[in-house]
Every structure is written in structure tokens, then in C-alpha cells.
């Protein structure tokens, strides 16, 4: 995989948010203590391989700056200003003239929390026909629907997944964009349709994982309850889902082409219930393949590690010892 240079665009108001966002920009909401949208998105660039980060400021820049620094987590973060706010399109443009020519990228808007794989969409847009591409997922419906028959209603669905496709915020160019003779305005509405329409705009597609625009206080409430009891992983995350006397109930996702540490518990008997996805187990002497609705058992002082070939949901059930884990090797730079 060629190197690839993140950018984030930070520059917005957060209009919609104040008055939260009159005195903290946007991408350093907290969506659990200290821990922020834009610690959220590095982490993620830090796990796929994206070394270098630049962060497209405007609005309340010294506050990112004073977060971050210069360096966050072994990832360089260099930042672009913009005087005044001209839209996506001219803030990208200006990352771009930074960046320098030749240099493929992957972008981001600053307001998304999503589980997507960017290294795996950066692998995708490499081999690619089209110099560019965006990440699109499917749309899940803001209400709850009704099913009608005749003069009758005949069922509820509670915010079901609908058959149209959305753009997910996340954006791989192979090099430099061509921003045609648009100068100002938003990348989405300008040079994409513009791409589109030459046929040069590719899409990268996942479905069924979390992903959330912050633009309201209600999303906000939402992805704080999200990240209630729940722990970014480089492979993925972790939920407590319940915690009893009696037992422990964590739901694990793990990204396609990551695995946990290899580890063991000295105390804790648990049982891997798998929800979605492939994979195996890998053990000292043995590799235990799984997919879905299957069931695997791992006891006391077993070394394993678990290894995503699709998305993978499981739960584990285990006795209650939450924090009963020796990690034998790592390997990942950070979590």
C-alpha cells in the first residue's frame, strides 16, 4: 500500500449545535469523557496506516491546536487554515496545495463517526480505475415506517434500512483534484457531480456498521449513549452490553483483516456467540474456524486471538471478570 496523507475538515460553525459550539469546535465534542470526535477519527487514521494527518481549520483553530499539538499518537498533524469559511471545496483545495502534488489522500469531514475500514477503502481506491472515490453505505431511516394493505395499516418498523444509498463523509483521491472552475462552495455539490458525470467517481461500499453525522443535539444525545460503555479498539470496539455478579456480556466488532492482541485471561470462562461475519480463533495448537450463529468456547490461560477475514459481530459470554486480560503480544502502536 502506497502512503497515503489524512485530511479532516474541522473548519465548520456547528451552528445547529450552539450553543455548545460557540466556544468548542465541532470535531472536539466529546462523545464520552475526553475523548472527542477528532480523537476518534485519528485513531482510526492511526490503525489503517495513515501516519500524517492534516487538519483543515477555520473557526476556533487554536483550540484543535492547543488539543493536538504537532504529534498525537506517533501521527504527524500539520494544520491548514482557512481566513475566511469559502466551503469544503476551497478548504480541501488548500489542503491539497499543502499536501504537494502526487500525494494520494484520504478525507474526511469532521463531524462523522463511523466503524468504517479505511485501510481497506484505501486499498480499494489504489486499485481503482477512478482517480477518485467515496465512501457510501446504506440509509437508515431517521422515523419509524408504516406498512399499509388496502384501507389498512398492517405493520411498524422502527427505523428500518432503506434501499438508497448515502454518502458517508469519507473521501480517496489517487492524487491531485481536478476542481474544474469551481472556487468556492461545497466539494459534494461542485466537482463531485462534475466527476460523476465523466465517469471518473468511484464509491466504496460498506453496509450494517455504525456510522453517525453529529449536526443536532439529538445525534449528540445518541452517539453519547453509544459510547456509554463502550472502548475504541485498533481492531474495532468493545461494548459491556451487561454486567452482573453472575456474568460478563461484551459485544466485540472486528474490522475484516484485523485481530485482537494474542492474549489470555488467568480467570475468565468465556463462550464467543457469533452474530455476523468469518473468521477463526487461533489458538497455541489449533485454528478454529467460525461464522455465523456459531459457537466457541475459550477457557482459563488459553492464548488466542481472534481474526476477522469479513466484519465480524460476536458477543462474549464469560464469568465476570472485566479487566482479566494478559496480552502476550500486541499488534498494534496503540489503543
Known sequence: MTSTVGMILCGGFGKRLRPLTERVPKPLIEIKDDYTILDKQLFD??????NQVYLLTGFLSDKIQERFGEDYMGVKIEYVEEDKPLGTLNAIRLGMEAV???KQCIIRNGDVVADL???????????????LSIFITRMVSPYGIVEISGDRLVSFKEKPVLDYYINGGVYFSKGEINFGDFD???????????YAKSNQLGYYQEDGLFWMAIDTSKELE???????????????????????????TKELFIREGYQTSYHHHPHKDETMYILSGAGYIEFEDRKEYFGKND????????????????NTVLHEISTPHPDDTVRVKDYYDVR
Open 45 to 50: 487514521f492511526k490503525n489503517a496506516g495513515v
Open 100 to 102: 504537494g502534488p502526487g
Open 117 to 131: 475500514n479505511i485501510k481497506k477503502m484505501i486499498e480499494t481506491g489504489e486499485k481503482s480505475d477512478h482517480p
Open 184 to 194: 468556492v462552495g461545497d466539494i459534494e455539490k461542485t466537482v463531485f457531480p462534475m
Open 222 to 248: 445518541e452517539i453519547r449513549k453509544e459510547y456509554k460503555n463502550r472502548e475504541d479498539k485498533p481492531w474495532g470496539y468493545e461494548k459491556i452490553l451487561i454486567n452482573t455478579e453472575k456474568y460478563l
Open 295 to 310: 459457537t466457541i468456547r475459550i477457557k482459563p490461560l488459553e492464548n488466542h486471538t481472534i481474526v476477522a477475514m469479513e
